[in-house]
């Protein structure tokens, strides 16, 4: 079994698969609804906002939270990304009736990435514990184990770094839409 | 017959065997205000105010644990909002772990105050006048609004004591199995925790307020309180040092006293951790501040103290080994953390010492605070010519073996609250580049996790303090001490503008040290918002990490802005507990400035407050149990706070749907008629990710429907101005708080109507420079607001 980034984070008999770039772009092309969370530690190296923008570039919107939206002003990205607080977001996805970023609903789909560990953590809890009906799927695509995604990466350390872009660049690949 | 007094007993001469006991006696009570409606409530009396605040900000829940294993029925897996053997759902489990944390924050405050009451009592007898000088005369806000008694000797808190104790009991019920089933009543419950500990703080703070004559508005107080010594460079480790930690200062006062009467002020260090050196400040005017909480661990293991003493709440539970490791004695002081140490309390303070200072004993506990003044200065004096040739801090050799023996495993990583790469660091420290483990120390919360999992055996907290030493004993920074309650004539003066918005807010930075990145954060959001000529009052280890960064000048932000309640004040208001006078603050404005009773009357003052004081408390780095419920209290007071990232731990956040207009309907108390209004504030309770996020968010929270035009032109200006400097882009919401032209700041209006032309669809009058249609609203100067319908005033 995987071991939380955050050690005792074991929430209880529920906790998330481990899965390959490949499967998450899978459950991305086969979404109907998909939301791209993104958080402020995507801000620590462009490559990480040019995923973020490729992912978004497949008609799929952005949340920006933290103080992500920087990256995105910075790179002239706004076409479909939208600041939101992440925890007002999240509270939102658990909300059925919720119209959306672009007023046509609520998600299916949702993909975290770059977002401080244990905040991130706390919010797929909500989404795994309270978003049930309908069922919003949530996985995590950054360098941690998230036991509260319903699919998460292992955890990567910073000296395997490549070997986690290299995981994105196949993510973004596998992405059909 | 002699008077009589409470507690007397007496004889009547011709009945044998009869005795009678008096009791209270009751006086005749000074006519001061009518009686409001709800004099010490009860925990379904202000249930509707609760369901009105739940309602617009509904209870989020972000569990920590999918189970629950209260009951032999369990463990219970509760996923996805499965109800346990119990019958109880995901929700209402964490209601009620959010209840359980405001109980143990209430009765850590309330035992607290009640401890420290039995102590004054004794030390200074029951008439001690709660009289803090000319500019006071509304001397316990919320125990006048909560109790309906205005007290006016320290022996009338006890009434409150006992109020609060027996409302605990209550509220400790429902959290029983087979009780309390609904989310929505374990919040009204917690909302009321979270009152009555805000009444618990006030009462604590008045109490050591008035024994010991701390900063009040007699000369010296509020404002012109004076500056302290801040930092683990301050203090000079050349002369015996008492490090006391913990919140309740009698033992750490009657060191300040043995000092003081002994002449040996300037021959012995007296400096402090956490809340109890705010409050030694008050009470000793040579005392320091050594760190916040959230340098604990740090302070002990560098070993700068010959004795420690504790008292209570948020000291390490391994207190006794860390002192053990560095040699420094440990005196207990309360009856709530005496760490299985002997109690000596009624022996010969020269055995006790002769003890401590042998190390016949690594520590002693002595219940009576006027014992530990003697025992703790003389165990220090004779520690520090024994303590002198130890060397604590690691060797360049030993920091080097270390940083070499890491394998960079990353187990460290994963045991740290923070995720910091330490390996990383190790492994540069290794190269010759030692910044990045020296920039640790700031970002490390100070937990020690780390080491116990380390494969190598590395003492990590030990190498981030080597690698930082050259910073670290430069920390010398500069704080205001607790000046104590906001005076009724500061209130006359800035009530107004409060009100109408022409000063922006009120923003509160609160509570501990459990901070995102680092202690400069705390600085940041003060200096921000005082640059901006808001009010920012501080209290507890905010207050404190505040004070240990300087400006390129050299000064700290206490040195650079005025200590007054008033637009650019920077005022320490003090330690945990003296963070009521900031509910205070607000409620007298309610009262002084637009005449609103007090007594008994929390609805209508906390409907007031909801609708028309713009204060925001900031709780940056909340860890503990007492965080959660002073938040608590401060949300059933109608004051939102925003929250650091490691808060959403706490499970619970109040949020509203700024989408969802039938949440936002307030009534218009002179005709009764009902308004769609913006959603200000917004939230009761949120995280933000980082403070480039919080910054506008707490400038968001600061809008009120009672905002003037030139009020709201203000606060749309830094709201807008905030989000430019730190998200580089407009808020998305920003038109939501437009209500006409005026509201727009004059120097970008043009602008700023074009915008809403062109992005929100707005109707604008170019020629009349009106808006002609778009907002929610539109600007009314007479709009009065409540969500009370009882104080409709003439229905229309």
């Known amino acids: 079994m995987e071991i939380p980034f955050d050690v005792a984070n074991i929430p209880g008999p529920e906790m998330g698969e481990v899965v390959s770039p490949e499967v998450i772009g899978s459950y991305i092309s086969n979404a109907e609804r998909p939301l791209l969370v993104v958080g402020s530690e995507i801000l620590r190296d462009d490559f990480f906002i040019e995923i973020a923008i490729e992912i978004g570039k497949n008609g799929i919107p952005i949340a920006a939270t933290g103080h992500s939206i920087r990256g995105f002003v910075d790179t002239e990205y706004a076409d479909n990304v939208t600041y939101y607080n992440l925890h007002d977001l999240t509270n939102c996805l658990r909300d059925p009736n919720w119209a959306g970023l672009d007023g046509k609903g609520n998600y299916d789909f949702v993909i975290f990435f770059g977002i401080l560990y244990y905040y991130a953590s706390q919010m797929l809890s909500c989404i795994k514990n309270f978003a049930t009906d309908p069922l919003i799927r949530a996985v995590s695509i950054d360098r941690y184990y998230h036991p509260n995604a319903r699919m998460s990466f292992s955890n990567i350390s910073p000296r395997r770094e490549e070997e986690y872009k290299d995981m994105l660049k196949r993510l973004v690949k596998s992405i059909r839409r | ?796």
């Open chain 2, 1 to 796: 017959m002699d008077e009589l007094k409470n507690g007397d007993l007496f004889s009547i001469a011709d009945l044998k065997n009869v005795r009678i006991s008096i009791g209270k006696i009751a006086e005749e009570e000074e006519e001061w205000e009518p009686m409001g409606p709800h004099p010490m409530p009860r925990i379904a009396t202000l249930r509707d105010w609760d369901f009105k605040l739940l309602n617009r900000y509904k209870p989020f829940y972000a569990p920590v644990c999918d189970m629950c294993c209260l009951c032999t029925y369990g463990k219970c897996d509760l996923t996805g909002n499965k109800k346990g053997a119990c019958g109880i759902k995901m929700d209402a489990q964490q209601g009620r772990i959010v209840l359980l944390a405001c109980l143990v924050g209430c009765s850590a405050h309330c035992g607290h105050g009640r401890h420290l009451l039995h102590d004054m009592i004794k030390k200074f007898g029951r008439d001690v006048p709660i009289d803090f000088g000319p500019e006071v005369d509304v001397e316990a806000p919320l125990t006048r609004l909560i109790c309906g008694i205005k007290p006016k000797t320290i022996a009338d808190f006890e009434q409150v004591f006992d109020y609060i104790e027996e409302q605990i009991v209550q509220l400790a019920d429902a959290l029983h199995t087979g009780q309390e089933g609904s989310y929505m009543d374990f919040e009204s419950k917690a909302l009321h925790m979270g009152m009555l500990d805000s009444l618990n703080k006030e009462a604590a703070d008045i109490i050591q307020i008035a024994c010991y004559g701390m900063p009040s508005s007699h000369e010296g107080g509020g404002p012109d309180v004076p500056l302290v010594d801040v930092g683990i460079g301050t203090i000079d480790t050349d002369k015996p040092v008492i490090i006391v930690i913990g919140h309740n200062v009698p033992p750490a006062a009657d060191i300040g006293d043995y000092l003081t009467e002994n002449g040996l002020e300037d021959k012995v260090e007296l400096g402090g951790i956490c809340c109890t050196s705010i409050d030694t400040t008050r009470v000793y005017k040579k005392a320091k501040i050594a760190s916040a909480l959230g340098r604990q661990l740090r302070v002990i293991r560098a070993g700068i103290a010959d004795v420690i003493v504790i008292d209570e709440q948020c000291i390490r539970a391994d207190i006794l080994e860390l002192c053990q490791k560095v040699h420094s004695p440990l005196i207990a002081t309360n009856d709530k953390a005496m760490h299985g140490l002997v109690d000596r309390t009624d022996d010969d303070p020269d055995k006790i010492v002769d003890d401590l200072a042998n190390e016949r004993v690594p520590g002693v506990v002595i219940l009576d605070p006027e014992q530990v003044g003697e025992v703790a200065v003389k165990t220090a004096i004779q520690m520090d010519k024994k303590r002198r040739k130890l060397r604590l801090i690691l060797s360049d050799e030993e920091f080097k073996f270390y940083v070499n023996e890491c394998i960079e495993c990353g187990n460290c990583t994963l045991a740290c609250p923070a995720g910091l790469h330490i390996g990383e660091a190790n492994q540069s420290a290794a190269t010759g580049t030692v910044k990045p483990l020296a920039d640790f120390f700031d970002l490390c919360v100070g937990c020690g996790r780390c080491e116990q999992v380390c494969k190598k055996h590395i003492p990590i907290v030990d190498v981030i303090t080597k690698a930082a030493y050259p910073q670290l004993k430069e920390e010398k920074g500069r704080m205001r001490i607790g000046r104590g309650p906001v005076w009724d004539s500061e209130i006359r003066e800035v009530g107004a503008p409060i009100v109408l918005g022409t000063i922006p807010g009120i923003i509160a930075p609160i509570g501990c040290g459990n901070y995102p990145n680092g202690t400069k954060d705390a600085w940041l959001i003060v200096k921000e918002f005082a640059e901006r000529n808001y009010i920012v009052t501080l209290t507890g280890c905010m207050a404190i990490d505040a004070g240990i960064w300087k400006d390129k000048e050299g000064k700290t932000l206490y040195e650079r802005h005025h200590g007054r309640f008033g637009a650019g004040g920077v005022l320490n208001i003090g330690s945990c507990v003296s963070n009521a006078h900031i509910h205070d603050a607000a409620i007298k404005v309610a009262s002084i400035f637009a005449g609103r009773n007090l007594r008994g009357n929390y609805e209508e003052i906390a409907d007031y407050i909801l609708s028309r004081v713009g204060a925001c408390g900031v709780a940056w780095g909340a860890m503990s149990q007492k965080a959660a419920s002073i938040a608590t209290g401060f949300n059933r007071l109608g004051i939102p706070a925003v929250v650091g990232p490691h808060s959403a731990k706490y499970r619970r956040a109040f949020l509203g749907r700024a989408d969802l207009k039938e949440d936002w309907k307030l009534i218009d108390a002179s005709d009764g008629s009902e308004i769609y209004i913006e959603p200000g504030p917004q939230h009761l309770l949120v995280a933000c990710e980082t403070v480039e996020e919080a910054l506008p968010m707490i400038a968001k929270l600061c809008f009120r429907p009672s905002d003037t035009d030139r009020g709201r032109s203000g606060k749309l200006t830094h709201y807008i101005d905030l989000n430019l400097k730190y998200l580089n882009t407009y808020p998305p919401d920003w038109h939501l708080f437009v209500r006409t032209a005026s509201d727009l700041p004059i120097a970008t209006r043009n602008a700023l109507l074009k915008k809403l032309e062109d992005e929100q669809g707005w109707e604008i009058d170019w020629k009349m420079k009106k808006i002609t249609e778009g907002p929610i609203r539109g600007y009314d100067p007479s709009f009065n607001p409540t969500n009370l319908e009882r104080l409709i005033r003439k229905k229309r």
